[in-house]
T-cell receptor, first 110, second 115 residues
Framework: QKEVEQNSGPLSVPEGAIASLNCTYSDRGSQSFFWYRQYSGKSPELIMFIYSNGDKEDGRFTAQLNKASQYVSLLIRDSQPSDSATYLCAVIGTASKLTFGTGTRLQVTL | GAVVSQHPSWVICKSGTSVKIECRSLDFQATTMFWYRQFPKQSLMLMATSNEGSKATYEQGVEKDKFLINHASLTLSTLTVTSAHPEDSSFYIC???????????FGPGTRLTVT
């Protein structure tokens, strides 16, 4: 079982729709969760981090965390073509190491 | 802000030579810096973690004598790829975090091509 799992996609959504990206993790003791965006050929850019159960909103982005289900998600409202990228879920587990998922490729279509 | 820079952004070198990559935190003190490698269409792979003034901690399978890491100040870490070979060609990315914080901020990456 991978430590951090994401569907590789591509996830295709029309412009203006809500994109929902999901991530599960195996280390039940994980405490810190991050979403990064990576454009092709570029390095990752931190979008959001979340530490507590529930929702955290920042502009068009909402991160949702459910520790009981070991599940973290990222919602992107009013998706734009510029949101097309690979979204990496990253988790800090009990070993205090940041572990990345393989990423979900999002395509926002016109 | 939390800006991290890397230099050079790309480098081409001949097999057998060494290449040094610099990573700088521009607007914060980075007590911990990380070096990653990413091959095409693959996820980031952590190579090593370095704390200012200490020896780097390398991940399993990463040769510490081949990938020399120095973290001499709170704003600068360097990665030297020694005796580079074509299989070392990759995208090398550093990241940095503040003391007591878990979030990492990434540099723009260095694309290394060994011919």
């Amino acid at each position: 079982q991978k430590e951090v799992e994401q569907n590789s996609g591509p996830l295709s959504v029309p412009e203006g729709a809500i994109a929902s990206l999901n991530c599960t993790y195996s280390d039940r003791g994980s405490q810190s969760f991050f979403w990064y965006r990576q454009y092709s050929g570029k390095s990752p850019e931190l979008i959001m981090f979340i530490y507590s159960n529930g929702d955290k909103e920042d502009g068009r982005f909402t991160a949702q965390l459910n520790k009981a289900s070991q599940y973290v998600s990222l919602l992107i409202r009013d998706s734009q073509p510029s949101d097309s990228a690979t979204y990496l879920c990253a988790v800090i587990g009990t070993a205090s190491k940041l572990t990345f998922g393989t990423g979900t490729r999002l395509q926002v279509t016109l | 802000g939390a800006v991290v820079s890397q230099h050079p952004s790309w480098v081409i070198c001949k097999s057998g030579t060494s290449v040094k990559i610099e990573c700088r935190s521009l607007d914060f003190q980075a007590t911990t810096m990380f070096w990653y490698r990413q091959f095409p269409k693959q996820s980031l792979m952590l190579m090593a973690t370095s704390n200012e003034g200490s020896k780097a901690t390398y991940e399993q399978g990463v040769e510490k004598d081949k990938f020399l890491i120095n973290h001499a100040s709170l704003t600068l870490s360097t990665l030297t790829v020694t005796s580079a070979h074509p299989e070392d060609s990759s995208f090398y990315i550093c990241s940095a975090s503040r003391q007591g914080a878990y979030e990492q901020y990434f540099g723009p990456g260095t694309r290394l091509t060994v011919t």
